[in-house]
Nanobody
Framework: QVQLVESGGGLAQAGGSLRLSCAASGRTFRSYGWFRQAPGKEREFVATINWNSGSTYHADSVKGRFTMSRDNGKNTVYLQLNSLKPEDTGHYYC?????????????????WGQGTQVSVSS
């Protein structure tokens, strides 16, 4: 049974930091992605990682502030959120793909976690 379990969300002040984790079980994946959705808005790509190479790609809106990484031994990916802004508030989802090595398109991911809430106060 495939599972993606996110953790690490919470409340932070603007300028603060959080680290999100996504633990995968049940199979291996070629890539992972982080997406977020704010109330009343569409889901937005945040970052993606190629599991084999560790190469990453971040959305322009988070580049330089957020960093996606992986721990092969723990089968876990992370999203380090620094210099948080109120507009970073949203529900953050981890997604995994068995087909694509790298993708910012949510439709290419077959598996999704339940998400974790990030709230940033000004």
């Amino acid at each position: 049974q495939v599972q993606l379990v996110e953790s690490g969300g919470g409340l932070a002040q603007a300028g603060g930091s959080l680290r999100l984790s996504c633990a995968a079980s049940g199979r291996t994946f070629r890539s992972y992605g982080w997406f977020r959705q704010a109330p009343g808005k569409e889901r937005e790509f945040v970052a993606t990682i190629n599991w084999n190479s560790g190469s990453t790609y971040h959305a322009d809106s988070v580049k330089g502030r957020f960093t996606m990484s992986r721990d092969n031994g723990k089968n876990t990916v992370y999203l380090q959120l620094n210099s948080l802004k109120p507009e970073d508030t949203g529900h953050y989802y981890c997604a995994a793909s068995t087909r694509h090595y790298y993708s910012d398109d949510g439709s290419t991911y077959e598996y999704w976690g339940q998400g974790t809430q990030v709230s940033v106060s000004s």
